[in-house]
């Protein structure tokens, strides 16, 4: 019964994946129109990529809230950040330009590490 669980588990995380990154895939409705295996192989990898980055983005905004919450005296517990999915979409914008500064450095991600789990 134990392993059922386990599998269960998974293969809810695998398709809550492609649920996520099927979402950056519009037109077509993540059907790939052309039968090149090289073309069908980039639209693939692009998807996946573009899913990737916005996890780690999502992951690195979500520890920056964890540590703020650390530093205002709450308590944050392995459990309910196990809980916490990073295959978050409603900030994203699907459609249309995103502006980036290149002037700009982003924040070490080595602040991360300073987060306490209990």
Known sequence: MQLRKEITAVTN???????FSKWF??????????NDPIEQEKAIKYKDLIANAVIFQNVVDLTDIL???QKKGYLVNREDVALISPYI???VKRFGDYLIDMEIVPKSLEDAA???LV
Do not use: M, P
């Open 67 to 69: 540590r703020d919450l």
């Open 89 to 91: 979409t409603a900030h």
């Open 114 to 116: 300073n987060l306490i």
């Open 13 to 19: 995380i695998v398709e809550a994946y492609h649920k």
């Open 25 to 34: 895939f519009f037109g077509g409705f993540g059907v790939i129109a052309k």
